[in-house]
């Protein structure tokens, strides 16, 4: 298989070795701390460490946060020593982004190692300067037989686990770091701005769980300011900022970067809140989702200002990156004949199916930040996904998923399958019309995976309208698992160069690998 794993060159080591030292001698701001100081002495510092965004053959975007207004300043190589580098001039960043900037990069050489510091400079004397952050990514392949090979997984600080200091914080963020993959796909709850962190909790077993903590996560977020503090946390973690630094990102939402199950149009009902408008809270949170993650389509020239988007990596990979969360109709008990609306929006729908149609890659990963058939609830009466727990054809939201596959076989799309994480255990779901209430569909894969950093929780039920089949699955008997007692979930993909196979493989913190399963390219359905 020649998308055997690839760990860094010597050289490539030192590199890295170097952005952590950097990284290091950059102390964090004092945890608590809600703004940069506007001190008038010292250089800009990038304490926050560097992130690249939906890289492709030519293009990338890099970001970064200041301590206080700075140019940020961006130099490219092919070496390390930065020999023949080339300087992209990025944004002044200040109050208005939170200190926050990402700058595109275009023309990149692809299938290569770009090594890239990022510097900030005092905007009044640009002769005064931070220390470089550095990091390094891969373009992806013009060639098919360069392989192809991601990590997929999602849910970060969930449930009140947080940062730990006595488990070294996030270390799953390290195991994934040294599978040195091509990208990260983060499928959504990248923080839960609805959730609390406390300074401890104690275990069933009596152990304790410590926290860091600060001001902006102890109570549920719903100003701006506090938004921004929740997608700040998690970069208080050491293993996160050194995988920023060398892993680019594909990043989606969903709820938690809101508030639990939430959906456009909703007036709260929860004392914990003063601002009971969902809507005036996604959009603080979108402002501050943009701020914080080198997304293409949220920082477009063109203004487009969305998160579904293709990211195309290759001639073997587009991911499809949806968004489940924006444009759904309310949460109901999904009994409704007729449904346009559905959980993507009709325009999302649309854009989606004509999207498929188009590419020409081998393999057409829908980045789903919910899954299909896993009966999720919302509450007594409602449902919070796609399946209503009826077995029969298809209703409500699930008319629109039908629709979809319906159009995926009968264009004959080839080399499709669903990722997804959100229900905090693992598992693998084979979806086969002659299992199914609604047999017009192509048989398909659904492949779950995570948490990262949040609690776990027991399978959910499957609805057989599509007929899936959980050959698979890992979950615990209880709610709320700590990761102190069990390992966290990750997904690996691996794309074969020379024959097409893709091989999924379901991962556990700790190295092992739960499951696995070779997918033949060329065919509407497996």
């Given at each position: 298989?020649?998308?055997?794993?690839?760990?860094?060159?010597?050289?490539?080591?030192?590199?890295?070795?170097?952005?952590?030292?950097?990284?290091?001698?950059?102390?964090?701001?004092?945890?608590?701390?809600?703004?940069?100081?506007?001190?008038?002495?010292?250089?800009?510092?990038?304490?926050?460490?560097?992130?690249?965004?939906?890289?492709?053959?030519?293009?990338?975007?890099?970001?970064?946060?200041?301590?206080?207004?700075?140019?940020?300043?961006?130099?490219?190589?092919?070496?390390?020593?930065?020999?023949?580098?080339?300087?992209?001039?990025?944004?002044?960043?200040?109050?208005?982004?939170?200190?926050?900037?990402?700058t595109p990069l275009y023309g990149l050489p692809p299938g290569e190692q770009v090594h890239y510091r990022v510097t900030l400079a005092d905007p009044h004397d640009p002769r005064r300067t931070g220390e470089p952050v550095h990091g390094t990514f891969r373009t992806a392949p013009a060639r098919r037989r360069d392989g192809v090979r991601f990590l997929w997984s999602g849910d970060i600080a969930g449930q009140g686990w947080g940062i730990n200091p006595d488990i070294g914080g996030y270390a799953v963020y390290d195991e994934m770091r040294r599978l040195d993959p091509?990208?990260?796909?983060?499928?959504?709850?990248?923080?839960?701005?609805?959730?609390?962190?406390?300074?401890?909790?104690?275990?069933?077993?009596?152990?304790?769980?410590?926290?860091?903590?600060?001001?902006?996560?102890?109570?549920?977020?719903?100003?701006?300011?506090?938004?921004?503090?929740?997608?700040?946390?998690?970069?208080?973690?050491?293993?996160?900022?050194?995988?920023?630094?060398?892993?680019?990102?594909?990043?989606?939402?969903?709820?938690?970067?809101?508030?639990?199950?939430?959906?456009?149009?909703?007036?709260?009902?929860?004392?914990?809140?003063?601002?009971?408008?969902?809507?005036?809270?996604?959009?603080?949170?979108?402002?501050?989702?943009?701020?914080?993650?080198?997304?293409?389509?949220?920082?477009?020239?063109?203004?487009?200002?969305?998160?579904?988007?293709?990211?195309?990596?290759?001639?073997?990979?587009?991911?499809?990156?949806?968004?489940?969360?924006?444009?759904?109709?309310?949460?109901?008990?999904?009994?409704?004949?007729?449904?346009?609306?559905?959980?993507?929006?009709?325009?999302?729908?649309?854009?989606?199916?004509?999207?498929?149609?188009?590419?020409?890659?081998?393999?057409?990963?829908?980045?789903?930040?919910?899954?299909?058939?896993?009966?999720?609830?919302?509450?007594?009466?409602?449902?919070?996904?796609?399946?209503?727990?009826?077995?029969?054809?298809?209703?409500?939201?699930?008319?629109?998923?039908?629709?979809?596959?319906?159009?995926?076989?009968?264009?004959?799309?080839?080399?499709?399958?669903?990722?997804?994480?959100?229900?905090?255990?693992?598992?693998?779901?084979?979806?086969?019309?002659?299992?199914?209430?609604?047999?017009?569909?192509?048989?398909?894969?659904?492949?779950?995976?995570?948490?990262?950093?949040?609690?776990?929780?027991?399978?959910?039920?499957?609805?057989?309208?599509?007929?899936?089949?959980?050959?698979?699955?890992?979950?615990?008997?209880?709610?709320?698992?700590?990761?102190?007692?069990?390992?966290?979930?990750?997904?690996?993909?691996?794309?074969?160069?020379?024959?097409?196979?893709?091989?999924?493989?379901?991962?556990?913190?700790?190295?092992?690998?739960?499951?696995?399963?070779?997918?033949?390219?060329?065919?509407?359905?497996?």
């Amino acid at each position: 298989m020649s998308y055997a794993p690839r760990f860094p060159s010597p050289a490539r080591r030192s590199v890295l070795r170097g952005s952590l030292a950097a990284s290091a001698a950059l102390a964090l701001p004092a945890v608590g701390a809600a703004a940069p100081a506007f001190a008038l002495s010292g250089r800009p510092r990038a304490a926050w460490g560097v992130q690249v965004g939906d890289v492709t053959s030519s293009s990338a975007l890099v970001w970064v946060r200041s301590d206080r207004p700075a140019r940020m300043i961006v130099e490219t190589s092919a070496t390390e020593s930065f020999r023949r580098a080339r300087t992209w001039h990025g944004p002044l960043v200040g109050s208005g982004t939170d200190f926050t900037g990402t700058t595109p990069l275009y023309g990149l050489p692809p299938g290569e190692q770009v090594h890239y510091r990022v510097t900030l400079a005092d905007p009044h004397d640009p002769r005064r300067t931070g220390e470089p952050v550095h990091g390094t990514f891969r373009t992806a392949p013009a060639r098919r037989r360069d392989g192809v090979r991601f990590l997929w997984s999602g849910d970060i600080a969930g449930q009140g686990w947080g940062i730990n200091p006595d488990i070294g914080g996030y270390a799953v963020y390290d195991e994934m770091r040294r599978l040195d993959p091509d990208f990260f796909l983060c499928s959504g709850d990248n923080i839960y701005a609805d959730g609390v962190i406390e300074p401890s909790v104690t275990l069933p077993d009596g152990r304790i769980w410590r926290n860091v903590t600060t001001e902006e996560k102890a109570k549920v977020a719903e100003t701006l300011a506090e938004y921004r503090g929740n997608f700040r946390y998690n970069l208080l973690d050491h293993n996160l900022r050194a995988f920023n630094a060398q892993v680019p990102s594909i990043v989606q939402w969903d709820d938690h970067e809101v508030r639990n199950n939430w959906y456009p149009g909703q007036i709260l009902d929860d004392a914990r809140y003063t601002e009971k408008n969902v809507d005036v809270l996604a959009a603080r949170s979108m402002r501050a989702f943009r701020e914080y993650f080198p997304v293409s389509t949220l920082h477009a020239a063109s203004g487009e200002g969305r998160m579904h988007r293709v990211v195309r990596h290759g001639p073997l990979l587009d991911v499809f990156v949806l968004d489940m969360r924006s444009f759904r109709n309310a949460n109901s008990p999904g009994r409704q004949p007729d449904d346009t609306t559905g959980i993507l929006g009709a325009e999302q729908l649309r854009w989606l199916k004509h999207e498929l149609s188009r590419s020409r890659a081998v393999w057409k990963v829908i980045a789903a930040d919910m899954p299909l058939g896993l009966v999720v609830t919302d509450g007594a009466t409602d449902f919070e996904a796609v399946a209503q727990g009826d077995p029969g054809a298809p209703l409500g939201r699930e008319l629109q998923i039908a629709e979809l596959l319906r159009y995926i076989k009968h264009r004959r799309i080839t080399g499709t399958l669903w990722l997804t994480a959100d229900v905090h255990y693992t598992s693998a779901q084979h979806y086969e019309p002659e299992r199914a209430a609604f047999k017009d569909f192509a048989p398909f894969w659904e492949f779950v995976s995570g948490p990262l950093a949040a609690g776990q929780f027991q399978a959910n039920a499957l609805d057989a309208t599509f007929g899936p089949d959980r050959v698979f699955v890992r979950a615990p008997d209880r709610a709320n698992v700590s990761p102190m007692e069990s390992p966290q979930y990750f997904g690996e993909v691996g794309i074969d160069g020379d024959s097409g196979e893709l091989t999924v493989r379901l991962r556990a913190q700790g190295g092992s690998v739960l499951f696995s399963k070779v997918l033949q390219p060329g065919r509407v359905g497996q």
